[in-house]
């Protein structure tokens, strides 16, 4: 086992900080703020630009036990054709604020589960978005796949339109596990969706799994690997299971008693890396892996890898537009989240045309932030030569936070040429660091360093 001093010692089994996918996270965000900046942000999107699109479907035919994702169940397909019906208003509504000449870049649909749609539906769907937005000449078109909820037909209306990327929802192949979070999902499910999107020319795959779920053991999560590597995705999202019953309501049916102890949640993350290591995977941040033929892996290699609310990715876009209920937008000026609950979002869609009720507005100060912050999950690097470049008016307060990282965690960086780069062994402590940083901004020394 490797030491895990430095770990202890930075309250790594205790801390308790947001995953950081986005400066400063959701929660900050602020009644109001997005609804009286949308239409201003829409129409201040360079004409021109390729930008990033995801439509979230928050429904599901069944509710997975451990699944802290915005969805809401249902057996009928009604609430869903109409929810789309409201989409597609949201969408030609955000296009006709929009400048001329926005492309497509990317095009996500996450949930929740985007499967449960019929193919006419999607269809529909999809022709209004390709009808909305120019696809550029490099766009990635990427779906959130539940094998246990995806026929052929609906896969291949994805493929039709051009889907390009397959995010496939794993989670655990042990039964016992499967059983206490409510997800029964066999290896034949998961293979049958793999070969047929395989066979229709798809090419890059990623599975979702979590560790730190309910009787867990690092022979049964060896065992789940091992079938991983045989299925050969191109990449890997390996996330720790976040148990939070007081904020998803469903997690109560999982027992905490039933739960890995943080230690054993460690030991567990660290299986996963090994295993993917030595199957000819990269780690990329602190929770992805890719094949050197990936994108993601390229995107690290060249140092451009960035972090979004998918997680990592090498999207350069710097607008994203989020496309139904608790989507959230980023535009250079702030962020935006349409209503979290179905319905309000419908409401406001249909009487408004536009559905946000909260949103950050972002200062100078945010964005040294959400840069610092961003460079450190990305590349646990803080490159204060080139901050000071970027952000000359704040050059103190990044002399100030560099003065106060090395100071708390000695043990953890090192000063190179660019600045401070965290030690390897210690990449486990980077949201505690991000966090450090995030209420360093809040101290007095901070707002004195800032004048
Ligand atoms: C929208 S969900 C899954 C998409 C699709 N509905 C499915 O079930 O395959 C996206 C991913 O979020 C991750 N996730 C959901 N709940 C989580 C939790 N409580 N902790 C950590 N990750 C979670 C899971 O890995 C999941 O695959
Ligand atoms: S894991 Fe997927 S299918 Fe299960 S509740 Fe979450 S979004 Fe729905």
Known sequence: ????????????????????????????????????????????????????????????????????????????????????????????????????????????????????????????????????????????????????EASEPLLQTLIDFGMNRASIGVQDFAPDVQAAIGRLQSLEQTTTVLDFLRAAGLKAINLDLL??????????????????????????????????PWMSKRQVLIKAETLPDTQQRFELANIARDTMLAAGFAAIGIDHFAKPTDSLYKADQAGTLRRNFQGYTDDQSETLIGFGASAISRFRGGYQQNAVATSAYQERILGEGFAAHKGYEMSDTDTLLSAMIEELMCRFHLPTKSLQTQFPEHAQLIRQTVIALMSRYTDVFSINSTGLQMHPETYPLVRIVAHYIDAFNSSEVAHAAAI
């Not at 049964?220 to 996330?239: C, E, G, K, W």
Request: charged share 20%; with cysteine.
């Open 211 to 244: 560790y730190g779920l309910p009787f867990q053991t690092e022979e049964s999560f060896r065992q789940t690997l091992a079938h991983v590597v045989d299925m050969n995705p191109d990449r890997l999202a390996i996330y720790g299971y976040a148990h939070v």
């Open 1 to 148: 086992m490797e030491n895990i001093d430095p770990f202890l010692r930075h309250g790594l089994f205790d801390a308790k900080v947001p995953r950081y996918t986005s400066y400063p996270p959701a929660n900050h965000f602020q009644n109001d703020v997005g609804h009286r900046h949308q239409a201003e942000w829409l129409s201040c999107v360079n004409n021109g630009e390729a930008i990033s699109i995801y439509v979230h479907i928050p429904f599901c035919k069944r509710l997975c036990w451990f699944c802290a994702c915005r969805t809401q169940g249902t057996q009928t397909m009604r609430p869903v054709d109409a929810y789309v019906q409201t989409l597609i208003k949201e969408v030609s509504a955000v296009r006709a604020a929009l400048p001329s000449k926005i492309t497509m870049g990317r095009l996500h649909l996450g949930g929740g589960t985007p499967t449960i749609l019929s193919p006419e539906t999607m269809n529909t769907l999809l022709n209004a978005l390709f009808d909305a937005f120019d696809p550029s000449d490099d766009f990635e078109f990427s779906v959130e796949i539940d094998p246990t």
